[in-house]
């Protein structure tokens, strides 16, 4: 294995890890019901996706 030969300054590997951020999602509102959705999903609330019912809700 290969071993460092001198010290990396913080501000060295600071610099390298400047690029590790949390991401927020993008949220979108449902057309059916206005609900907040992450894109790409199904609504968890009306089980609608593109105007389109994909899941039914289990009625109780």
């Known amino acids: 294995m290969a071993h460092p030969k001198h010290k990396i300054s913080s501000t060295r590997r600071d610099k390298r890890r400047t690029h590790y951020k949390a991401v927020v999602p993008t949220v979108a509102t449902c057309s059916n019901c206005g609900a907040a959705v992450l894109y790409h999903r199904v609504c968890p609330e009306c ?10 809700k289990k009625s109780e």
């Open 47 to 56: 089980g609608f996706y593109r105007g389109r019912l994909t899941t039914e």
